[in-house]
């Protein structure tokens, strides 16, 4: 019967020899690494998961204004998303872009529903709440090695949540609303970074 040592013993060097191993595998240059090629499952299962526990993680605790839905709130918050966004995440009326051919993963499609453009905004009992402090965290830090930026550095936590406020909106607007909605005006405000 082994000895807990000997147990030890094995233990470490399975982990050591897995260590060198998937160093040579990293250092080797095989994996492959264009955007024009999906990941594998494990790869793609484990990068997803990583970052949706830690986006939840993250999100947990951030307080959501109670002025979140108003109409100053919408109207900023739609020339920023036509501005910085609609690129990558589109419009009402369009299904993909450049962007949303060449990158990978492809950014969501944020004027369908959560569920139509298949990622999870939300716990497993699809709070409304969890969605919001997620797209103010994801908004804010951006998604290392996906294309997402932080937009932290350079737009203040107010012109962030007026972006989360118009995006609760987006996905029941039409092309014209969405027009409207998203012209931006005069005012000196909408550039405070």
């Given at each position: 019967?082994?000895?807990?040592?000997?147990?030890?013993?094995?233990?470490?060097?399975?982990?050591?020899?897995?260590?060198?191993?998937?160093?040579?595998?990293?250092?080797?240059?095989?994996?492959?690494?264009?955007?024009?090629?999906?990941?594998?499952?494990?790869?793609?299962?484990?990068?997803?998961?990583?970052?949706?526990?830690?986006?939840?993680?993250?999100?947990?605790?951030?307080?959501?204004?109670?002025?979140?839905?108003?109409?100053?709130?919408?109207?900023?918050?739609?020339?920023?998303?036509?501005?910085?966004?609609?690129?990558?995440?589109?419009?009402?009326?369009?299904?993909?872009?450049?962007?949303?051919?060449?990158?990978?993963p492809s950014p969501p499609n944020l004027t369908a529903t959560a569920d139509a453009h298949g990622h999870?905004?939300?716990?497993?009992?699809?709070?409304?709440?969890?969605?919001?402090?997620?797209?103010?965290?994801?908004?804010?830090?951006?998604?290392?090695?996906?294309?997402?930026?932080?937009?932290?550095?350079?737009?203040?936590?107010?012109?962030?949540?007026?972006?989360?406020?118009?995006?609760?909106?987006?996905?029941?607007?039409?092309?014209?609303?969405?027009?409207?909605?998203?012209?931006?005006?005069?005012?000196?405000?909408?550039?405070?970074?």
């Open positions: 019967m082994p000895t807990l040592t000997a147990f030890i013993r094995s233990l470490l060097i399975a982990t050591v020899i897995g260590l060198v191993g998937a160093g040579l595998f990293i250092y080797s240059g095989l994996y492959p690494i264009g955007a024009d090629v999906p990941h594998n499952k494990l790869s793609y299962w484990l990068l997803e998961t990583l970052r949706e526990r830690s986006i939840a993680r993250a999100a947990s605790d951030i307080q959501i204004p109670s002025n979140l839905n108003t109409s100053d709130r919408l109207l900023a918050g739609g020339a920023d998303y036509n501005d910085m966004c609609a690129g990558c995440h589109l419009k009402p009326g369009k299904n993909e872009s450049d962007f949303t051919i060449g990158l990978y999870e905004h939300g716990s497993d009992t699809g709070s409304e709440e969890i969605a919001i402090q997620r797209q103010f965290w994801i908004i804010k830090h951006g998604i290392k090695a996906s294309g997402m930026p932080a937009w932290g550095p350079t737009h203040s936590d107010d012109r962030i949540w007026n972006m989360v406020a118009f995006l609760q909106r987006l996905p029941s607007l039409t092309p014209d609303q969405y027009q409207i909605l998203t012209a931006r005006g005069n005012t000196s405000d909408s550039h405070d970074h």
